[in-house]
Structures are given as C-alpha cells and as structure tokens.
C-alpha cells in the first residue's frame, strides 16, 4: 500500500532552516508529480510546493517563494523540501501529498481535489 513518512520538523529560530523529508513507497515513485502541504493549528490547508516526476519543473506558493526548494530524488523514493529564511508564520504541520495522476500538470498540482495520498504531516515550529 502507499506510504508516506515524513521527517526533519522541528524547532527553528526565524531567519533559520530546515530540511523536510518524504519518503515514499507502495507505488511506482518516478511516475507521479508529489507535492507539500500544510496546516497551520486552526487554519486551513495551503498549498506550498509541487514538482513534476522527474523534477523538470517546479511551483512555490507566493509565501515561500525565494525561501523554500522542493526537489526529489527518485532512485531513494524520497522527496525533500528546503526551507530557508524561515518565518514564525511558516509554523505548521507540513504534510507530503501524491497527486493522483502522473500526467497532472501546472495549475493541476496545486489543487487538493488532486491528490490522493497524504502521509501523517511533520510538525515545523519557527518562533521569532
């Protein structure tokens, strides 16, 4: 079955960083775009990054644009997400998501509605 496990959340001063993990496993990894999430506590979902199967492109909401990098490595099924310059309004649970559909594109990656998989979320913490 998919599996999505998250890890490297946890407590960082603002102007910091972090390094998310995602390892992935149960479908063919290679073949689907994948994405990151998150939550922060009595918020809704927003939508963070997205990259395609083979990493050819990438997308970054406007709040992290400049300060995150999501990348992924295919051979070890895992996917990353590089947080840099870390604000106290970047504190939530960060949840790595498989799109459904490995010929999503563009806009289609950043839509909830797409994804299929989510793993059990990593929490991030940033105080100032």
């Known amino acids: 079955q998919v599996q999505l496990v998250e890890s490297g959340g946890g407590l960082a001063q603002a102007g910091g960083s972090l390094r998310l993990s995602c390892a992935a496993s149960g479908f063919t990894f290679n073949s689907y775009p994948m994405a990151w999430a998150r939550q922060a506590a009595g918020k809704g979902l927003e939508w963070v990054s997205a990259i395609y199967s083979d990493g050819s492109a990438t997308y970054y909401a406007d709040s992290v644009k400049g300060r995150f990098t999501i990348s992924r490595d295919n051979p070890k099924n895992t996917l990353y997400l590089q947080m840099n310059s870390l604000k106290p309004e970047d504190t939530a649970l960060y949840y790595c998501?498989?799109?459904?559909?490995?010929?999503?594109?563009?806009?289609?990656?950043?839509?909830?509605?797409?994804?299929?998989?989510w793993g059990q979320g990593t929490q991030v913490t940033v105080s100032s």
């Open positions: 998501v498989k799109v459904r559909s490995p010929y999503f594109t563009d806009i289609f990656l950043k839509e909830f509605k797409n994804y299929d998989y």
